[in-house]
């Protein structure tokens, strides 16, 4: 894997959901900074990291996991660079695609128009064919659940991160792992335990916890455009990060 630039983890500030949710706020209502621009600097990010852990992207076998919210949509958004960077890739949704925030469904339909197979875990796949496509994976990506999940993973996302775990393939996981608590790094439920996580913006407190630690494997930090007058506004001292390139791995 070509050298990320190394960055201590105390160096940058952490921050839990409601923080984080108001820094999402800040950037769209008041810095004219739109989730879909966040979703494709994520999903972007998101892929150069995938293929150079894979050692490339040709030809890999590469399933994404995405759930219905922004965190699916980042996702989706790394399945098209994949995809045009010759992986063989597969979409895994785990709720039905009316159910998508409006960012992300257009990202889908992206998806769609490029012939990429998309399939609803519910609907389109067996318990077999989910298991055989999963475990014929030499990468899954997770997108199911972001910083702002309320609750456990549950339903069909629950279904889905289960199956996926059982599979024991390599897991790359978009902000923090799938039903680890973004605050505390507790696990109450179903959880992968990542490879790699790829947070975006700021590192999430629980991450930083020994359980989000245990759970989110090689920790790295995407740059998503966010300024330092957003984050000083939100009343948090930064200094970026990024002045040596767009992804940093947190120590």
């Known amino acids: 894997m070509r050298t990320a630039a ?11 959901a409601a923080e984080m949710r108001e820094i999402d706020r800040l950037a769209v209502e008041s810095f004219g900074i739109s989730l879909a621009q966040m979703m494709e600097l994520a999903g972007a990010g998101l892929a150069r990291l995938a293929g150079e852990i894979m050692g490339g992207t040709t030809g890999k076998r ?6 219905p919210g922004n965190n699916g949509g980042g996702g989706l958004v790394a399945a098209r ?8 890739l597969h979409v895994v949704l785990a709720q039905p695609v009316g159910r998508l925030h409006a960012a992300a469904k257009e990202r889908l339909l992206t998806l769609i128009e490029m012939q990429v197979l998309c399939c609803v875990s519910t609907w389109d796949l067996a318990d077999g064919e989910l298991e055989a496509l999963l475990d014929g994976s030499d990468l899954l990506i997770d997108a199911l659940l972001g910083y702002s999940a309320d609750g ?4 069909p996302v629950r279904e889905v991160l289960e199956q996926a775990v059982r599979s024991a393939r390599p897991v790359l996981s978009l902000d923090l792992p799938s039903g680890v608590n973004p605050d505390t790094g507790a696990v109450d439920g179903a959880a992968f335990t990542a490879a790699t996580t790829m947070t975006v913006a700021l590192p999430k407190r629980g991450l930083l916890t020994d359980s989000g630690r245990a759970h989110a494997g090689d920790l790295y930090l995407a740059d998503i455009g966010l300024p330092a ?13 990024f002045v040596g390139g767009s992804l940093v791995r947190l120590d």
């Open 6 to 16: 190394r960055v201590r983890a105390t160096d940058v500030p952490a921050v839990g």
């Open 62 to 67: 590469v399933t994404v996991l995405t759930g």
């Open 229 to 241: 007058a957003l984050y000083a506004r939100a009343g948090l001292r930064f200094t970026d990060p």
């Open 81 to 88: 660079h994949l995809v045009n960077r010759g992986a063989q």
């Open 152 to 155: 456990p993973p549950r339903g």
